[in-house]
């Protein structure tokens, strides 16, 4: 399952509202059922187009298709209907990461984690970010808020240890 599936799966555990579609979506995506959950989705959505979760549902349905570009604007209009929900900022921060769109990937993030000081892969992601430009020690900084909150976040855990061990290798040379 894609880090976007596995945020999907522990947030969803709480409230996903009254919608019994809804709830059929998310099994879809569970189910790995990507056309039904989309169908789904697009059937909420053609009910009640302002439909938050459904939007950013199908946003994270359809980097499985992959369309990253469908992807990206539905994850935005999800945002803009509820910005205050810090799981919408981060699958938005995971849509724009595939497509290597570090600046916006990085504000993304940056906003998952200010909404939610204790999102583990929120500050795991902007870590990847802050490595793929190239600023080490805020990829460090970041892992390492990430393993404080989750001492288990084994992707955390061993970014954080290659990144250490490159500059271990490097010191000796």
């Not at 579609?21 to 187009?49: M, S, T, V």
């Not at 369309?67 to 919408?88: H, M, T």
Request: aromatic share 6%; glycine share 4%.
């Amino acid at each position: 399952m894609s880090r976007i599936g596995r945020k999907l799966q522990r947030k969803k555990k709480g409230n996903i509202g009254a919608d019994p579609l809804l709830r059929k979506a998310i099994e879809y995506f569970h189910g790995r059922n990507w056309q039904a959950a989309d169908d789904a989705c697009r059937e909420i959505l053609r009910r009640n187009p302002g439909n938050h979760k459904a939007l950013n549902l199908l946003s994270v349905v359809l980097t499985h298709k992959p369309d990253l570009v469908s992807a990206e604007k539905l994850a935005r209009k999800a945002i803009k209907l509820n910005p205050a929900e810090g799981a919408y900022h981060s699958n938005l921060g995971l849509i724009l990461k595939e497509q290597e769109k570090w600046d916006a990937s990085f504000r993304a993030f940056a906003r998952a984690c200010a909404l939610n000081s204790r999102d583990d892969e929120s500050y795991y992601n902007l870590g990847t970010v802050y490595q793929a430009i190239k600023k080490k020690d805020e990829a460090l900084e970041c892992y390492r808020k990430a393993i404080a909150i989750n001492p288990d976040h084994v992707q955390a855990l061993c970014a954080l240890a290659n990144l250490l061990s490159r500059d271990n290798v490097n010191s000796r040379e």
